[in-house]
Structures are given as C-alpha cells and as structure tokens.
C-alpha cells in the first residue's frame, strides 16, 4: 500500500483556494519545494522535520522557492538538534543554486546547514536517498530550456509505479513511458486559449489520457480557481471537461494506492 497526497494543485499564479502544486508520499517524501511549502506543510500539521526527502524537477521559482524556508525551519524550529539528513535529488548545480537561493533569502544563516545536513545527488536513477522501499528515474521534459525541466518515475517496492511530469509540455519521454505508470501526476498549467509547447492544457492532456485508459491522470499545477474554495474566483472559476481517466485533484486531497486500485481517501 501506497499513501500520497496534494499539498498544493496551482500553477504559478496561485489560483483561488490552490497553494502551488506540492505532492508529498508517504509523508516523507515531497515533489519540489515551492514558496508555500511552509505554509502547506502547517495546514496539513505537518513538521518540516518530517520531509526526509526532496525531488526537485525543475528550477522555476514556484517549484523552489520555498527551500529556504524549509532548512530555515529545520534548523531553527523543528530539528534544532541538527539531527536531520535532508536528501535532495535534482537536476545538475543542484548545490550551488539552492546554496545561491539560501545565502539570497538569508546571508550566512544556513551555510552550516547546507553543508552538513543536507545531501545532493543528481543521478538520473537510483534508489531514493532516505526512505525505504523506493527508486527513481529523473528523465528530460519539453519545458524552459533554461530551468532543466525533467519528470521521474518513482517505483515502489510493491510494483506500483507513479509519474510526475513536473512542468512540460507533450513530448516523448513522458508519452513512451505513460503506458507503464499506475498513476501520472500531471500538470495543466494553461487553458486551451494559451497554446504554449511548455505545458500541458486541457485538449493535450485530454490526447494522452484517451491514449492511454488504463492510466490515471491526477492534473495538478492547475490554471484554475479550485471552485469549491467558497472564495470569490479570481482566475477561472471554469474547469475544463476531461476524460474519464483524468482527476482534476484539490488541495489536501489523499490518495491510497492498494491491490492494484487506487482510492481516494
Ligand atoms: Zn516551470
């Protein structure tokens, strides 16, 4: 059995009733560190210390943004005794940007902690640093050459295999290995009326997912207000109709992967 859950489901802009787009898995392993990574893990009573593990997908600002804030907690709030090892999976110069991003948001402050609590490893495969039971697969997405976009495949130890596409549009490396996926997380960053190669939009999304209708497609990093939020909408307060196989998931939805189903909790 598996257990994951959203954090967060906007897109950069920050819909009405979405933080920005955060999976986290078995309550240890986070999907990016975007600006409202803090506030996410409160709303969730849930403590940075409990996060072992980081796999960052690109580095665009709403995916990390929120790095500091994360070690700034460790250190000062919830792991005072130094006793955490935080395990980062990244595209390459993963050290000197979130050591850049770190000295920006705070000079001097989490140098120590940089240096001995955190880890690095920019492989493109392997098992995951700090948990159990898992491996992963780092693979190149179509997305702002400049930011290193990639997805992953993360496979668990029962068989059950989940993607995350991070930001990018269709391509290749993510349609060839749809096919073999329980469950891609992807993202819907624009409507249709915003025809970009960078990103996925309701009409793409719907090609792949109706391509595949065996797969479940959780859209997330959504260009969407969340139109249960009862809050004015402020974006779009209209969502998109999509294929069977494809949820358009909320904030602080939770989801259990077990026998072979998948389950909405
Ligand atoms: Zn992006």
Not at 47 to 73: A, E, R
Request: aromatic share 10%; with cysteine; glycine share 6%.
């Amino acid at each position: 059995m598996v257990r994951f859950e959203f954090l967060g489901t906007g897109n950069a802009f920050l819909p009405q009733g979405r933080y920005h787009s955060l999976l986290l898995i078995e309550e240890q392993i986070l999907v990016d560190t975007p600006p409202t990574v803090l506030a996410s893990l409160r709303r969730r009573e849930l403590t940075p210390s409990q996060i072992n593990t980081v796999m960052i997908t690109h580095w665009h600002g709403d995916h990390i943004f929120g790095f500091p804030f994360l070690i700034l907690d460790q250190k000062y709030i919830s792991d005072r005794g130094s006793n955490l090892i935080l395990n980062i999976h990244c595209p390459s110069n993963g050290r000197e940007k979130l050591s850049n991003l770190c000295e920006i948001a705070y000079p001097g402050s989490l140098t120590d902690r940089m240096k001995n609590n955190v880890i690095i490893n920019e492989d493109l495969s392997g098992d995951m640093l700090g948990v159990d039971g898992w491996v992963f697969e780092r693979f190149e997405v179509v997305h702002d050459d400049f930011v290193d976009p990639h997805g992953y495949v993360f496979t668990h130890k029962s068989g059950f295999k989940i993607m995350h596409t991070g930001d990018s549009g269709p391509c290749e490396s993510i349609e060839s290995r749809v096919g073999s996926c329980d469950v891609v997380v992807i993202e819907l960053g624009v409507p249709d009326n915003v025809v970009v190669p960078t990103h996925f939009r309701p009409e793409t999304l719907s090609e792949l997912a109706n391509k595949f209708p065996k797969t479940m497609f959780l859209a997330t990093h959504h260009y969407a207000d969340d139109i249960n939020s009862g809050k004015k909408p402020y974006l779009s307060n209209d969502l998109p109709n999509l294929p069977d196989n494809v949820l358009q998931v909320r904030d602080e939805q939770k989801f259990e992967w077990k026998d072979t189903k998948l389950k909405i909790l």
